[in-house]
């Protein structure tokens, strides 16, 4: 089919002309650092965060999550914060340690498990720098549907293109908690 390659059992898409070399090599360069570009920000917002808060950078975007919508279930939070939901119990975990964040059994169901801030919580998050739900998404939320859709598509087929793929690592934070 024309306009698709196929490189070792993968395929990968290719949209227009064929580059030379050499033009190929420089997009390849500058793809690389904007990459790397994307990967300073996150890491930079998440530095400032712990140094401002004292949280990382994925746990003050679960407290603004329980901030927006206070009682929350465990698998909601997830789901908002694109985590797997033993990371989610984990960062959890920390801020309830730090007496930031408390959990509720239901009283008709104490299988289900809600998640409030505490007062302390509240007010890191009104004091917390933004964006709470951190750089990366806050970008993406600005880009147009247009741009954000090609941007999927893009990073879809360079994931398909690379040899090494953790698909677990989709849904675990970039900064440590």
Sequence with gaps: MPGRTERAGEHAERRGPDLDPETRA?????????????????????????????????????????????????????????????????????????????????GHDHRVVRLYLTAAGRRLVEYAPRPAQGALTDALDRMSDEALTHLHQSLSVMVEAMSVKNKQAALEPLSDD
């Design 26 to 106: 420089a997009r390849s360069r500058d793809v690389v650092q904007r990459l790397r570009i994307v990967f300073r920000a996150i890491q930079a917002h998440s530095r400032w965060v712990e140094k401002q808060c004292g949280v990382s950078a994925a746990q003050l975007w679960a407290m603004w999550e329980l901030a927006s919508r206070p009682g929350l279930r465990v698998s909601a939070l997830s789901e908002a914060l694109s985590l797997h939901q033993s990371t989610t119990s984990n960062l959890l975990d920390k801020l309830e340690a730090k007496g930031l964040v408390r959990r509720e059994r239901s």
